[in-house]
C-alpha cells in the first residue's frame, strides 16, 4: 500500500506543477519577444549610422570647463543612460569636494552604470538557462495522462498530451536561443559601451583636478607670500678633531712657534730664544 501512496503522491505533485509550469513558459516567451523589441528599437534609435569616439571626446573636454564638458558629452556618441550618468556626475565633480570624494563619485557612477547593464543582460540570461528546464518539465508532465491513456485505448487524450509535451518543448527551446542570441549582441555592445564610457569618465576627472589644481597653486601661493621670512641660523664653523698623536703634537709645536714668531718683533731674538740664548 505505502509504494501506491508514494506513486500517487508524486502524480499528483507533477499534475499541480504542470498548469505552472506553462505559465512559465509562456511568460519566459513573452519576455524573449519583448527584449527582441527593445533590442531592435536600441539598434534604430541609438546604435544606427553612431560611431563611438572616447578619444575625441575627451579631447573636446580638454581645458573647456564644466559648461564644454557638458557639451562634449552632449555631442558624443554614447549611449542616452550614460551621457545622462556622465552629466549627473559633472556638478558634483566641480562642486568642490576632495580629490578622494570625486574619485568614490565617480566610482559609484560607474557601479550603477555596470549595475543597469547587468539589470538588462541579466533578464535573457535567466531566460537561456532557465527555458529548456521549464520547457521539459511541461513536456514530461503530459506524458504521463499519455501513456495511461495508450494503454487504455483512448488515442484522443494520447494525442492532445503528446501535442501539449511538443509544444513547450518547442517552446522552452526557441526562448532559450533567441534570448541567448539577444545577451550575446546586447554584451558586445555594453562592453564597448562600457570602456567608453569608462575613458571619458577617466578624462573628466582629469580635467577636474586640473581645475582644483589651478585653483588652489594661486591660493598656496598668496598664502606663503603673506607669512613672514623665518630667520635662518648662523652656520657655525666645525673643526673636526685630530685623532692622530703625531699629528696633535705637531699642531702643539706650529701654534707655539706660531705664538712667539707674532709676540717677538725680531726673527734674530726670536731664534735666539727658541735655543735658550738671552739677548
Known amino acids: 500500500m505505502e509504494p501506491f501512496t508514494v506513486k500517487s503522491t508524486l502524480h499528483s505533485l507533477a499534475g499541480v506543477l504542470e498548469i505552472p509550469a506553462i505559465i512559465v513558459l509562456v511568460c519566459a516567451v513573452a519576455v524573449t519577444a519583448i527584449m527582441v523589441g527593445s533590442l531592435i528599437a536600441e539598434l534604430v534609435a541609438q546604435r544606427r549610422g553612431v560611431r563611438r569616439d572616447s578619444a575625441k571626446t575627451v579631447a573636446a573636454m580638454r581645458g573647456k570647463g564644466e ?3 557638458k557639451a562634449a558629452i552632449q555631442a558624443s556618441g554614447l549611449a542616452s543612460p550614460q551621457k545622462k550618468a556622465l552629466l549627473a556626475f559633472l556638478p558634483h565633480a566641480s562642486a568642490g569636494f576632495t580629490p578622494d570624494e570625486v574619485e568614490a563619485l565617480a566610482a559609484e557612477t560607474l557601479a550603477a552604470e555596470r549595475s543597469r547593464v547587468q539589470a538588462i543582460v541579466s533578464v535573457t540570461d535567466t531566460i537561456a538557462r532557465v527555458g ?3 520547457g521539459l518539465m511541461a513536456t514530461l508532465i503530459p506524458l504521463g495522462p499519455g501513456l495511461i491513456a495508450l494503454g487504455q485505448g483512448d488515442t484522443l487524450l494520447l494525442s492532445q498530451s503528446l501535442l501539449t509535451a511538443f509544444d513547450a518543448t518547442v517552446s522552452g527551446l526557441a526562448a532559450s536561443f533567441v534570448a541567448y542570441i539577444v545577451s550575446r549582441v546586447r554584451r558586445g555592445w555594453y562592453t564597448r559601451d562600457a570602456a567608453s564610457f569608462e575613458s571619458v569618465l577617466v578624462g573628466l576627472l582629469d580635467e577636474v583636478f586640473k581645475a ?8 598656496a601661493a598668496d ?4 607669512q613672514p621670512a623665518r630667520p635662518q641660523p648662523p652656520i657655525e664653523p666645525h673643526t673636526a678633531p685630530i ?5 696633535k703634537t705637531m699642531s702643539v709645536l706650529y ?3 706660531h ?3 707674532i709676540a717677538g718683533s725680531d726673527p734674530q731674538s726670536t731664534r735666539e730664544s727658541s735655543c735658550g740664548v738671552n739677548p
Not at 582644483?212 to 591660493?219: D, L, T
Not at 598664502?223 to 603673506?226: E, L, P, W
Not at 685623532?243 to 699629528?247: C, E, K, L, N, Y
Open 67 to 69: 559648461q564644454g564638458a
Open 132 to 134: 529548456p528546464m521549464v
Open 212 to 219: 582644483g589644481a589651478e585653483r588652489i597653486a594661486p591660493e
Open 223 to 226: 598664502t606663503a607670500s603673506r
Open 243 to 247: 685623532t692622530d698623536p703625531a699629528a
Open 255 to 257: 701654534q707655539g712657534s
Open 259 to 261: 705664538h712667539h714668531v
